[in-house]
């Protein structure tokens, strides 16, 4: 089967955090990859289908309870890995989600440009 061809719009962060998910036929455990605003890649030992539906719970560090999308379609899988894409999150979800990436996005921006500025001088414009 030719894989269908898309592209991402957002960026995707390198990030390795415990995942719990779960689809029609399958419940597994993992570690989350990569993760966007849309969408993450999940490595795992359990076989997975393109284009299922999946739920998915991340374990976030410090962070209680789990981040839980509520509903996402597994894009492409490669081996022991796949990539969801997020159809619905809660707000309160969304909201997590985004500042976790918004912390991402500083370190990597702090991490290219050589600065040390600490994130509370470089969340001020927000």
């Known amino acids: ?5 898309y592209s991402r ?3 995707r962060f390198p990030l390795y955090y415990p995942v719990i998910f779960g689809g029609a036929p399958f ?3 993992g570690f989350l990859t990569n993760l966007s ?4 890649s999940v490595m795992c030992d359990r076989r997975v289908l393109c284009g299922s539906d999946v739920r998915v719970s991340v374990l976030l560090p410090n962070q209680r309870p789990a981040l839980s999308i509520d ?16 159809l619905r999150l ?4 969304r909201q997590r ?10 370190h990597l921006l702090k991490t290219c440009s050589g600065r040390s500025e600490s994130p509370e001088l470089l969340n001020r414009g927000s």
Do not use: D
Request: hydrophobic share 40%.
């Open 37 to 40: 605003l849309m969408g993450c």
């Open 90 to 93: 809660p707000l309160e979800a």
């Open 9 to 11: 719009t957002y960026h």
């Open 71 to 86: 509903l996402g379609t597994i894009k492409w899988v490669q081996g022991h890995q796949f990539g969801v894409e997020f």
């Open 1 to 5: 089967m030719v894989p269908r061809h």
């Open 27 to 29: 419940v597994g455990e």
């Open 97 to 106: 989600l985004n500042s976790t990436l918004r912390i991402e996005l500083i």
